[in-house]
């Protein structure tokens, strides 16, 4: 089972711009997913790229802001988000889907496991 250790966290001011990288500890046959858990909130899906990246998928809220890529060569998945806002605020988690070779867009946070440790995103407007 594969390890997941997210980087590239920060704080930006409201517009500002991050990229999350998600490694992995060896080749990762999954899709991989992008979450986020706010104080006192539930952790929410925000995007997933399918295995071999053949499909991507976003919640609704960062459409058009978020992008989520895979290089496997590298064994890593990236999000790069851009015009950032207060409430994009959270802890960002990577995790894998456990149904492997999975190619669709239907996610949902009960197939995700080998989750890392989580890397803060601080928005200030």
């Known amino acids: 089972q594969e390890q997941l250790v997210e980087t590239g966290g920060g704080s930006v001011q409201a517009g500002g711009s991050l990229r999350l990288s998600c490694a992995a500890s060896n080749r990762t046959f999954h899709a991989v997913g992008w979450f986020r858990q706010a104080p006192g909130k539930e952790r929410e899906f925000v995007a997933a790229i399918s295995w071999a990246g053949l499909r991507t998928s976003y919640a609704d809220s960062v459409k058009g802001r978020f992008t989520v890529s895979r290089d496997d060569a590298k064994d890593t998945v990236y999000l790069q988000m851009i015009s950032l806002k207060p409430e994009d605020t959270a802890v960002y988690y990577c995790?894998?889907?456990?149904?492997?070779?999975?190619?669709?867009?239907?996610?949902?946070?009960?197939?995700?496991?080998?989750w890392g440790q989580g890397t803060q995103v601080t928005v200030s407007s």
């Open positions: 995790a894998a889907d456990q149904r492997t070779y999975y190619s669709g867009s239907n996610y949902d946070i009960r197939f995700f496991g080998s």
